[in-house]
């Protein structure tokens, strides 16, 4: 069987590692002209490192990672810890996100993957499906794997009208940043603020910190993206008790701030057809601020993989992929729309504990 992944990010190589293990031939095509990652910190929950645990990839992964707890604060600094859960259900792994792109593309090997290769369509057959390239080419295959994220091109054509749509006041900010001189970073604070704010810093296993401010329900934005990001740290501190936010966000170069509008995908009605299947953001783009869109779609790889070993031909295997997805993600939707929608910090850390709580015991 031969398998083209659309896509190289995170949940793409993960497909593919996971095909190639199940003795699947899958090659990789990506449109940029190397594997890259652009984006900073990346919270792995236990979920996804049982993934890469299969794969062999678990322990080179906690190499590159920090471990760190997701609990929060409210404005005044006040630690929240919702009753009736444990310690489990906080834990995951921090990783830079270019580090773990290399690892992976490492392992999917360089052979299985080919750069500047955008994929601009498919045609499907009985046989198969042939995939088209932007500069003329064609390749064909058993099974197309649309892994190319939330402007998916795989998905505008499975699902026409299915393009991502702006999570209407909802940005974010982030950066990976060398603690200024003076500032000692130890440990992760993340604080539930003012004005649907949430934000904070976690330090990374290299000495570096990662720091992220994003917000629900915002105004117009003026000012540059430091302005901005600095202006929001403000409703996450109503006392003056953690000046280490401002202070990084301060030191951190212009050209160094990642801002972005939130996307989503809206929930799909399909995830396939019998020859082309979604993965990952490509099929469900969520808000970030549950921070489990990469663990959530490295699962997919794996389901996927599993099925096409175990089912009699590719459209069987298809569509018991999607008889399992579209209500697991039915839940994920609802319950991140529980968190997103909670009206205080006690409510939205009791939510969102709840929701990490059965991502990793279902």
Known sequence: MRVIVAGGGIVGLTT???????????????????????????????????????????????????????????????FIDPPGFSKDDHR???????????????AAGRDAIRPNSRIVGY?????????RFEDGRAADADLLVGADGAYSVVRSQLVPGSDAIAHEGHHAWRSVVTPPEGVAVDESVIVLGERRTRGGF???VDGTVYWLINQ??????????????????????RTGWNPVLPALIESTPDDRILYNQIMVVPPLARWVSDRVALVGDAAHALSPHITAGASLGVEDALLLARLL?????????????????????????????RVED?????????????????????
């Open 216 to 237: 629900f329900g915002s105004s117009a934005l003026t000012g540059t993206p430091k302005e901005q990001a600095l202006g929001r740290a403000g409703f996450l501190d």
């Open 202 to 204: 976690v330090p990374t």
């Open 16 to 78: 593919a590692i996971a095909l190639r293990e199940a003795g699947i031939d899958a090659v990789v095509y990506e449109q940029a002209p190397e594997i890259r990652a652009a984006g900073a910190g990346l919270g792995i929950w236990a979920n996804a490192m049982a993934v890469f645990d299969e794969l062999g990839l678990g322990e080179q992964l906690r190499s590159i990672a920090k471990p760190t707890e997701m609990y929060f604060r409210d404005p005044a600094g006040k």
């Open 309 to 337: 070993v175990s089912a009699e031909g590719v459209p069987s295997a298809l569509a018991a992929y999607e008889r399992d997805r579209l209500p697991h993600y039915a839940k994920v939707n609802e319950l991140s729309k």
């Open 92 to 106: 995951y792994l921090l990783v830079q996100r270019p580090e773990l792109s290399a690892l992976l593309a490492r």
């Open 123 to 131: 045609a499907e057959s009985d046989a198969g499906v042939t995939v």
């Open 342 to 362: 909670s009206a205080t910090p006690e409510e939205f850390a009791a939510n969102y504990v709840a929701f990490s709580h059965w991502m990793l015991t279902r």
